[in-house]
C-alpha cells in the first residue's frame, strides 16, 4: 500500500482562476477528509465522506468550494474564482470507520 | 464542540536534552487525544493517541504523552531529543463518537539545537 496521494503537490495560479486537487486515499479505506492548512496554524476540517456521501461540510466551505467523491474511491476539491485568502495547504486524509486517519502529503496553493 | 490549545508556538532545546510540549483542551463530551508531526513539505504522521486505558501512551521515535482529565491535559514528552526531531508537533481531539473531525492545535516548533 502506497498510502494517501495528493495531486498536484504544488499549484500557482492567478486570482479568479479555478483550481481543481484530486486525492487518493488508501484503497481499502471508506472515509475521507478535506483540511486546509494556512501558515503557522494547524489544519482545520473542510469537510468529509463516507464511501461517495458527503456527510459533513465545515462553515469554512464556502460556495466556491466543491468536492466530490463519485465511486467512492478517489476525491476531487475544486475552488472556483480562487482569491489570494485561498492560499493554503491543502491536506487529505483517509480512515476505515472511526479508525486512524492517515494523512496525505497535501497541495499547497498559491494564489497570485 | 472541542478545541486545542497548545501553550508554546516555538521551543528550542539543545540535542539530547529533554522536551515537553504542552496541550491542553476543552470538551463538554470524552474524547480521543492525538499527537502528530508534521516534517517541512509533508503530510502529518501520528505520533501516539490515548482512547482509553492506561493514561502513560507511548509512541513512535521514542514519545510518549500521558493524559490527564482532571487537568484537561495530553503534553508530549521526549527524554533525549536529536537533531531529526526538528519539526511541527500538533495535538488534536476527537469525540467518542467517532462522527466528528479532528480538531488540532496551531502547532509548537520544536527546533532541536546541535
Known amino acids: 500500500d502506497t498510502g494517501v496521494s495528493q495531486d498536484p503537490r504544488h499549484k500557482i495560479t492567478k486570482r479568479g482562476q479555478n483550481v481543481t486537487f484530486r486525492c487518493d486515499p488508501i484503497?481499502?479505506?471508506?472515509?475521507l477528509y478535506w483540511y486546509r492548512q494556512t501558515l503557522g496554524q494547524g489544519p482545520e476540517f473542510l469537510t468529509y465522506?463516507?464511501?461517495?456521501?458527503?456527510?459533513?461540510k465545515s462553515r469554512l466551505l464556502s460556495d466556491r468550494f466543491s468536492a466530490e467523491r463519485p465511486k467512492g474511491s478517489f476525491s476531487t476539491l475544486e475552488i472556483q474564482r480562487t482569491e489570494q485568502g485561498d492560499s493554503a495547504m491543502y491536506l487529505c486524509?483517509?480512515?476505515?470507520?472511526?479508525?486512524?486517519?492517515?494523512f496525505g502529503p497535501g497541495t499547497r496553493l498559491t494564489v497570485l | 464542540a472541542q478545541s486545542v490549545t497548545q501553550l508554546d508556538s516555538q521551543v528550542p532545546v539543545f540535542e539530547e536534552a529533554p522536551v515537553e510540549l504542552r496541550c491542553n483542551y476543552s470538551?463538554?463530551?470524552?474524547?480521543?487525544l492525538f499527537w502528530y508531526v508534521q516534517y517541512p513539505n509533508q503530510g502529518l504522521q501520528l505520533l501516539l493517541k490515548?482512547?482509553?486505558?492506561?493514561?502513560l501512551v507511548k509512541g513512535i521515535n521514542g514519545f510518549e504523552a500521558e493524559f490527564n482529565k482532571s487537568q484537561t491535559s495530553f503534553h508530549l514528552r521526549k527524554p533525549s531529543v536529536h537533531i531529526s526531531d526538528t519539526a511541527e508537533y500538533f495535538c488534536?481531539?476527537?469525540?467518542?463518537?467517532?462522527?466528528?473531525?479532528?480538531?488540532f492545535g496551531k502547532g509548537t516548533r520544536l527546533s532541536v539545537i546541535a
Open positions: 486524509a483517509s480512515s476505515w470507520g472511526q479508525n486512524e486517519q492517515f
Open positions: 484503497s481499502e479505506h471508506n472515509r
Open positions: 470538551s463538554s463530551v470524552s474524547v480521543y
Open positions: 465522506f463516507q464511501n461517495e456521501a458527503q456527510l459533513e
Open positions: 490515548y482512547l482509553s486505558g492506561s493514561t
Open positions: 488534536a481531539v476527537r469525540d467518542f463518537s467517532g462522527n466528528t473531525p479532528l480538531v
